[in-house]
């Protein structure tokens, strides 16, 4: 697939976040987990890459099935709405 660089920097941007399935990114992108390591990979500084897999590796947040908790998410009462996909300025 194609993707340009705007959805290739959201792509490794999800990847690294800790509560961002692989499966969302399946959703989103339709690339699963290998195809994401392999962009990742590819796109990343060598030295990067091994710093991002030795991080999500065994993380069982980054997988659907393993995660403990199954409906609703935690969010901050702080936290500032994202309307359309851009976050809110304060």
């Known amino acids: 697939m194609d993707f340009n660089t705007n959805q290739i920097d959201r792509i490794i941007e999800m990847a690294w976040e800790d509560r961002t399935t692989f499966e969302a990114i399946k ?7 290998q195809d994401v390591i392999t962009l990742m ?7 990067s890459f ?12 980054k997988h659907e099935k393993l995660r403990v908790f199954k409906k609703g998410r935690f969010k901050c009462s702080r936290q500032k709405q994202i ?3 851009s976050i809110s300025k304060r």
């Open 27 to 33: 959703f989103q992108f339709n690339l699963s987990e």
């Open 50 to 61: 091994k710093m991002w897999r030795k991080r999500v590796q065994g993380r069982v947040t």
């Open 83 to 85: 309307t359309h996909n």
């Open 41 to 47: 990979r590819r796109d990343m500084k060598p030295s």
